[in-house]
């Protein structure tokens, strides 16, 4: 199934310099915390864009590689392999063997059917143990901007539970994230009913710096708030079940 972004939806999401926006620094931070945490390895990160996570992971020390069903600008050449306009299905199965970890990071909102698709994936993969996913959470918080991305849901804890179990994985953790952001987009929502569509990035040595500050406090409150806490964003790491 494609999940590439057409050319309005990638320029408006991946202009330049977007890798330094608060967002998507405090997201990386985040999500090399609980990878980690769990000591996962061997990682084929799937749907990965512009490479705006594979690179922070890689450049981190990780052991991971992405792939992508586009054919997109990568966001830093470094020597980090990132597979471009392939199905991660039909990876020769040399490299699929070779594989412990997927990453679907903001990937399976713009799958009609998720579980299915989840499913291809460990057939593929059969040296697959763990999946880390994450996604737009609340409904609540629906606008143009999800309409505009392709999204066909946006979750909760117990939606991604039931989801990533029914598609054959235990989860063994968890959790909200962007608490604050949750309450900012849904006070804007109320005030509004529209969400900017485009992502501006950082632009001159003051906005680095804040985004920065602002990417370090979001980093922080997610270690302050319990998991449970609503917010924006969800992460959560899951381990395939035993047959």
Not at 176 to 181: D, E, N, Q
């Amino acid at each position: 199934m494609p999940t590439e972004f057409n050319t309005d939806q990638f320029f408006n999401a991946y202009a330049n310099g977007i890798q330094n926006s608060y967002w998507n620094l405090a997201r990386n931070r985040i999500i090399l915390k609980y990878l980690q945490k769990y000591r996962l390895t061997n990682i084929l990160d799937v749907g990965c864009g512009r490479g705006i996570v594979t690179s922070y992971l890689f450049n981190s020390g990780l052991n991971i590689t992405g792939i992508d069903p586009g054919n997109v600008p990568r966001i830093e050449e470094s020597e980090l392999t990132i597979y471009y306009n392939i199905n991660p299905l039909e990876l020769p199965e040399a490299l699929r063997v070779s594989v412990n970890t997927i990453t679907l990071f903001d990937v399976i909102e713009h799958i009609k059917e998720p579980i299915p698709f989840i499913k291809g994936l460990t057939d593929k993969y059969p040296n697959l143990t763990h999946l880390v996913i994450t996604i737009p959470a609340r409904k609540e918080l629906w606008t143009n901007f999800d309409d505009f991305y392709g999204h066909f849901r946006r979750y909760s804890l117990k939606d991604l539970k039931r989801e990533t179990e029914d598609a054959g994985f235990e989860l063994l953790y968890s959790r909200y994230f962007f608490h604050i952001l949750y309450f900012l987009i849904y006070l804007n929502n109320k005030l509004k009913k529209q969400r900017k569509i485009g992502f501006n990035p950082p632009n001159g040595v003051l906005s680095i710096f804040l985004n920065r500050l602002m990417a370090t406090l979001f980093y922080i409150e997610t270690f302050l708030l319990p998991g449970k806490v609503i917010g924006s964003s969800i992460i959560c790491v899951c381990k395939k079940k035993s047959k």
